[in-house]
T-cell receptor, first 115, second 113 residues
Framework: DTAVSQTPKYLVTQMGNDKSIKCEQN?????MYWYKQDSKKFLKIMFS???????INETVPNRFSPKSPDKAHLNLHINSLELGDSAVYFC??????????????FGPGTRLTVL | AQSVTQLDSHVSVSEGTPVLLRCNYS??????LFWYVQHPNKGLQLLLK??????LVKGINGFEAEFKKSETSFHLTKPSAHMSDAAEYFC???????????FGTGTRLQVFP
């Protein structure tokens, strides 16, 4: 009965590889997000989708490509992985577009290590 | 632009003593503010949120926060710390125009027996 789930939980890969992280929410929410947490625990939004449409696209390298096949899923594909991509990636979801009054529910995170 | 500043990167308390985690915000309009907690190797969980209703907000696990507009603060408190409160705490402001959550740098709370 997990609300927001991510797979895999851990991902270790070599520089230059391409990898994907999957996210699913069973809360019936309309909006989903990807956040990156760096080694100093700083969290920053990367993308958000509302009903499969891209709403927020922060200054993220175009090696990162989110894909939302339906409003319950938001996957993150990363091409040509670099050392600096090592981080914990969190998926989140909320009801509606506005984040002001709607709590965002976070997944457990995916720890990506690029060697 | 909106932002939050968490004034302490680390706070250490003894079990049973009060907890105070400080947060100041900057916003051009009435903000929506949140406190999230992250236990080691876990995701983030909402503790409480302020959305311009009551200025004293009660959250889960005995935490509360008071919105003080005159001081642009939203400090998190708990009367009596428990060992299970040891975690990273994030003060967050929501940007209503862009639907973004803007996180503070976090405060690590340690609780000693």
């Amino acid at each position: 009965d997990t609300a927001v789930s991510q797979t895999p939980k851990y991902l270790v890969t070599q520089m230059g590889n391409d990898k994907s992280i999957k996210c699913e929410q069973n809360l019936g929410h309309d909006t989903m997000y990807w956040y990156k947490q760096d080694s100093k625990k700083f969290l920053k939004i990367m993308f958000s989708y509302n009903n499969k449409e891209l709403i927020i696209n922060e200054t993220v390298p175009n090696r990162f490509s989110p894909k939302s096949p339906d409003k319950a899923h938001l996957n993150l594909h990363i091409n040509s992985l670099e050392l600096g991509d090592s981080a914990v990636y969190f998926c989140a979801s909320s009801l509606g577009v506005s984040g002001s009054y709607n709590e965002q529910f976070f997944g457990p995170g995916t720890r990506l290590t690029v060697l | 632009a909106q932002s939050v500043t968490q004034l302490d990167s680390h706070v250490s308390v003894s079990e049973g003593t009060p907890v105070l985690l400080r947060c100041n915000y900057s916003s051009s309009y009435s903000p929506s503010l949140f406190w999230y907690v992250q236990h080691p190797n876990k995701g983030l969980q909402l503790l409480l949120k302020y959305t311009s209703a009551a200025t004293l907000v009660k959250g889960i696990n005995g935490f509360e926060a008071e919105f003080k507009k005159s001081e642009t603060s939203f400090h998190l408190t708990k009367p009596s710390a428990h060992m299970s409160d040891a975690a990273e705490y994030f003060c967050v402001v929501s940007d209503r125009n862009t639907d973004k959550l803007i996180f503070g740098t976090g405060t690590r709370l340690q609780v000693f027996p």
